[in-house]
């Protein structure tokens, strides 16, 4: 098999930036693709500021992020992504969105490549039967922040080639992350365990029990988190938080998987967190203050 020397991400969101970011400063060529070449332009200058925090953080020098920038390019279309050896696909967890950009990636790419999802819960296995190449697919699982989080979740799929598997693990190594296998489960492992106490802590606030600040400060101060549970939860995005409950509950057939009406209520609202400015916290004034 082909080395890996250039690296499609899918979807410039937050994590999508985070991976392009990491890979750009390996050394791989990064092609960053989202519904239109504008939002993957606005992608590529969400990496240049965080490439821009680490020289000030004094993390990497100035010309590693000049060089760094001069790998990585906005996609102009799908087709840009052809010349890719890895795609790592980063858009909305939603499957259904998943299975459509695949449909539509699928075409384009080299029959050889490796086609990959950092989706926080859906089944690899499912994603990969829904594309031409289940035996070239796998779930590469980063954290969120990217560029800081130390762990990598990877997953095989039911029909995932070991030589990809390997070929995978020598990029994220290339990265510089720890790697941790899963089975493919609902969550995988980190999710499995960190969404169910997200949900549990917006239960916790549901029946009165206490405040978002007296709950982010207990699991702060009394669990040594770094953040708060609704400081974590915003940080994700309420969006993907109820998905992965969503796909936990289905996948498990659980009921201590529901989630909870709360959250489904700020994702309805649009409160979906940072990202909209507005989540458990309101972040639209000079300090976060809380919604409830
Ligand atoms: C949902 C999923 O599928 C899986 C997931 O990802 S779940 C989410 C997992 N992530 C977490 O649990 C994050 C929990 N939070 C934390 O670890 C910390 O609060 C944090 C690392 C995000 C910020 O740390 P902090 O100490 O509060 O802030 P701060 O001092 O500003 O940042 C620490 C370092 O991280 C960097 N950093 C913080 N946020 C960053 C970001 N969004 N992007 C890039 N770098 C960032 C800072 O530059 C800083 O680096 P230096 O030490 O070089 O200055
Ligand atoms: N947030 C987190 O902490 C983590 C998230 N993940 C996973 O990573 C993935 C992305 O999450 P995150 O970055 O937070 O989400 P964001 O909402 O920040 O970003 C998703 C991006 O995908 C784009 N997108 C939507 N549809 C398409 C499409 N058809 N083609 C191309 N791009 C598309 C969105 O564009 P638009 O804005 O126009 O919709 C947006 O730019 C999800 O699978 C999530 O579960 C994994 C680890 C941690």
Redesign the pocket.
Known sequence: MSEVRTVGV?????????IAQVCALAGFDVVL????FE?ARQ?VAKVQAGLDRQVAGEKIAATERDEALARLKAADGVNDLAPCDLVI??????EE??R??FA?VCPVLRPDAILA??????SITRLAAGTDRPERFLGI????P?PVMKLVELVRGIATDDAVFEASKAVVQKLDKTIIVSEDFPGFIV?RILIPMINEAIYTLHEGIGSVESIDASMRLGANHPMGPFQLAD???L??CL??MQVLHDGLADSKYRPCPLLVKYVEAGW?GR?TKRGFYDYRGETPVPTR
Do not use: C, P, W
């Open positions: 899918i979807g410039a969101g937050q994590m999508g930036t985070g693709y989202d519904v239109s939002q992608g696909e980063a858009a909305t967890e939603k969105i998943k459509r950009i539509q999802s950092n989706t926080s819960s859906i699982h980063f954290m969120n990217v999710n940080f994700i995005g969006d993907t998905s992965i979906l990202k």
